[in-house]
């Protein structure tokens, strides 16, 4: 399932388990009975707003990228489409170890303007010499 200290997001970040909150429901997936009558699906919350292992600029990258998702500093992920209490919570802390990953992740470098060669201009402008020509020479000779 995972670690005991945590979920382990990346090999620089672990939540530790106490900063987790799981809280267990019945959940509506396969099971028949079973579903309605066991508290199998997980409901994984985790407040990064007050964790100490992430810094103060992941955290702003947390907010900005989970929107909506990470509603007042905290991160919710509910899992219930199987029939396994033990399944669906390993479900959760993958969820959660994937949607943390991405937000965090810093982002991309912006991509820096270049121009095309005069050597690749000049071989666009032979080329669509060389094409011109090859259509001229399909049209009607002319007659002098």
Do not use: C
């Not at 005991?4 to 809280?23: A, F, Y």
């Not at 943390?100 to 982002?107: F, H, L, Q, S």
């Not at 470098?109 to 005069?118: E, G, V």
């Amino acid at each position: 399932m995972a670690d005991p200290n945590g979920i382990t997001v990346s090999s620089q970040l672990t939540i530790p388990e106490d900063e987790l909150t799981e809280t267990f429901q019945t959940s509506g997936g396969p099971g028949g009975q079973h579903a309605n009558r066991s508290a199998t699906g997980v409901s994984l919350s985790w407040i990064y707003a007050d964790s100490a292992v992430i810094s103060g600029a992941d955290k702003h990258r947390l907010a900005v990228n989970l929107g909506s998702r990470g509603d007042g500093g905290a991160i919710r992920v509910v899992a219930d489409k199987s029939r396994s209490q033990w399944r669906n919570r390993s479900i959760a802390r993958t969820r959660m170890a994937e949607l943390v990953a991405e937000a965090i992740k810093p982002p991309p470098k912006p991509r820096r303007s270049t121009k095309p060669s005069r050597a690749s201009q000049q071989r666009r402008i032979d080329a669509k010499k060389r094409r011109a020509r090859t259509k001229k020479l399909r049209g009607r000779p002319d007659v002098d």
